[in-house]
Nanobody, 120 residues
Framework: QVQLVESGGGLVQAGGFLRLSCAAS????????IGWYRQAPGKQRELVAI???????KYAESVKGRFTISRDSAKYTTYLQMNSLKPEDTAVYFC??????????????WGQGTQVTVSP
């Protein structure tokens, strides 16, 4: 079983930045990818960014050039650096882990989420 705990959310003004962290613990399988997803009120959960076990990344078009996903394997922690934030980035951000994420699979493991609010 894998446990994921997100942190780093908060309230920020448009144009500002935040860094989210996702700490993994438990029996962490090898070759597992980690993704950041978000869900705004009244909307479906959507992919933000994914990183594979060997560092390959993928981003949603809406965040390319503004967000950066990275992974510290030694600390079992994945980060999402979010710059130039916009009000439309407001959502609950979730960390997810699993296999096949680059092909659209749903993560096998989820964190509890962290709220990000961007004011105009």
């Amino acid at each position: 079983q894998v446990q994921l705990v997100e942190s780093g959310g908060g309230l920020v003004q448009a144009g500002g930045f935040l860094r989210l962290s996702c700490a993994a613990s438990g029996s962490i399988p090898s070759m597992i990818s980690i993704g950041w997803y978000r869900q705004a009120p009244g909307k479906q959960r959507e992919l933000v960014a994914i990183i594979s076990s060997d560092g390959i990344t993928k981003y949603a078009e809406s965040v390319k050039g503004r967000f950066t996903i990275s992974r510290d394997s030694a600390k079992y922690t994945t980060y999402l650096q979010m710059n130039s934030l916009k009000p439309e980035d407001t959502a609950v951000y979730f960390c997810g882990a699993g296999w096949g994420l680059f092909r659209g699979a749903i993560p096998a493991y989820w964190g509890q989420g962290t709220q990000v609010t961007v004011s105009p």
